[in-house]
């Protein structure tokens, strides 16, 4: 398989400063294009669905490459893992056509926060989940959470060091459910802005607990201020669940990791 090549890379973020490469060599895409550099035998570069913070995680990051060489898909998959460390692997590989574009084809993205309510902090899942000591209440947030759905000027869950050309982006659910002492908050938009996730589960964390009552997130959007928003969230908990494509592309939008983490 030569041309363009679609990959599905499944990571713990933990130990890697962001997905973006850097001159330090300790970010995903680092370790992923020279795993794929090894096995091709030149120089490869990818580019991905959507760039991930130091600590978060991705179950489904789709990147695309023009390789060059000839290849099976399954090939790719086990080739490239071979010289990947323990926490990336590529899950799946499809070839494409040279319009599809792991970033600009991509028709919407999901994410999810995974979330302990416990008096003790996490052990076992530490830096895989977040982690809350209040009791939190699920009807309070999911009235908090329907003032994002839709399209919105989001500033007020803007990092300052985001490099979108706009604020606006559009939601399209925000979903919350609990299974025993976890809750899973998924959300569904067109694209989001830098630290928007981290900063929305800061708000929806203060009306669970009852700092703040529901109807507090339709004035903290309104005011388009980040000083108006509750502090940003740790990233453990954070996934990027993985983008979705018109279904032309045949891009697979499951992975096994999937399974284990809902």
Same mark, same amino acid.
């Given at each position: 398989?030569?041309?363009?090549?679609?990959?599905?890379?499944?990571?713990?973020?933990?130990?890697?400063?962001g997905?973006?490469?850097?001159?330090?060599?300790?970010?995903?895409?680092?370790?992923?294009?020279?795993?794929? &550099? @090894?096995? $091709?035998?030149?120089?490869v570069?990818? /580019?991905? +669905?959507g760039?991930?913070?130091?600590?978060?995680?991705? *179950?489904?990051?789709?990147?695309?490459?023009?390789?060059?060489?000839?290849?099976d898909?399954?090939?790719?998959?086990?080739?490239?893992?071979?010289?990947?460390?323990?926490?990336?692997?590529?899950q799946?590989?499809?070839?494409?056509?040279?319009?599809?574009?792991?970033?600009?084809?991509?028709?919407?993205?999901?994410?999810?926060y995974l979330?302990?309510e416990?008096?003790?902090?996490?052990?076992?899942? &530490? @830096?895989? $989940?977040g982690?809350?000591?209040?009791? /939190?209440? +699920?009807?309070?947030?999911?009235?908090?959470?329907?003032? *994002?759905?839709?399209?919105h000027?989001?500033?007020s869950f803007?990092?300052?060091?985001?490099?979108?050309?706009?604020?606006?982006?559009?939601?399209?659910?925000?979903?919350?459910?609990?299974r025993?002492?976890?809750?899973?908050?998924?959300?569904?938009?067109?694209?989001?802005?830098?630290?928007?996730?981290?900063?929305?589960?800061?708000?929806?964390?203060?009306?669970?607990?009852?700092?703040q009552?529901?109807?507090?997130?339709?004035?903290?959007l309104?005011?388009?201020?980040?000083?108006?928003?509750?502090?940003?969230?740790?990233?453990?908990?954070?996934?990027?669940?993985?983008?979705?494509?018109?279904?032309?592309?045949?891009?697979?939008?499951?992975?096994?990791?999937?399974?284990?983490?809902?």
């Open positions: 398989m030569s041309g363009r090549v679609a990959l599905g890379v499944a990571y713990r973020g933990t130990a890697y400063q997905w973006q490469s850097q001159p330090g060599g300790r970010t995903v895409q680092d370790q992923l294009e020279r795993a794929l &550099s @090894a096995f $091709v035998g030149q120089p570069t990818t /580019l991905c +669905a760039r991930t913070d130091t600590g978060v995680h991705g *179950l489904n990051q789709v990147v695309h490459l023009d390789s060059p060489v000839d290849r898909p399954f090939s790719w998959v086990r080739g490239t893992n071979r010289y990947l460390p323990p926490d990336i692997a590529v799946w590989s499809q070839a494409v056509g040279v319009d599809f574009h792991a970033r600009n084809s991509a028709r919407s993205r999901r994410y999810r979330l302990l416990s008096p003790v902090r996490p052990a076992l899942e &530490s @830096a895989q $989940v982690w809350v000591f209040r009791p /939190l209440a +699920a009807e309070p947030m999911q009235q908090a959470a329907a003032h *994002l759905v839709g399209e000027d989001f500033s803007r990092a300052a060091d985001c490099q979108a050309a706009s604020p606006v982006k559009t939601l399209h659910a925000i979903t919350i459910t609990r025993s002492a976890y809750w899973c908050f998924d959300f569904h938009g067109s694209a989001f802005l830098h630290h928007m996730i981290r900063n929305i589960m800061g708000c929806l964390v203060a009306v669970g607990s009852g700092r009552p529901p109807d507090w997130l339709a004035e903290v309104a005011a388009r201020d980040r000083d108006a928003a509750a502090p940003t969230f740790p990233p453990d908990g954070l996934y990027f669940v993985g983008p979705q494509y018109d279904a032309r592309h045949h891009i697979p939008e499951h992975t096994p990791a999937m399974d284990w983490f809902v």
